[in-house]
């Protein structure tokens, strides 16, 4: 069974910014699929239950100018 996390992603002002951190993120080990709206930040990723979120959030804001808010339940 797979997990979905909502996290919201600040910095992200356009396609290229959706897209690269869209295209890294499915390339983790364990995440299955992830979606970004660019302008409101909202980003959707399903992973499996064992995969640590704090290291999604790691590669994200490893990235560029980008800064991530943990659900409460993942902080």
């Known amino acids: ?28 080990p364990g995440v299955k699929s ?14 499996e239950p064992t995969l640590d979120v704090r290291n999604i959030v790691a590669v994200i804001e490893a990235l560029g100018p980008y800064r991530v808010v943990l659900p409460a339940s993942a902080a």
């Open 1 to 28: 069974m797979l997990t979905t996390t909502e996290l919201m992603v600040s910095g992200t002002h356009c396609t290229a910014c959706q897209a690269l951190i869209e295209d890294v993120c499915a390339e983790l």
């Open 34 to 47: 992830c979606a970004v709206n660019y302008q409101t930040g909202q980003t959707t990723i399903t992973h």
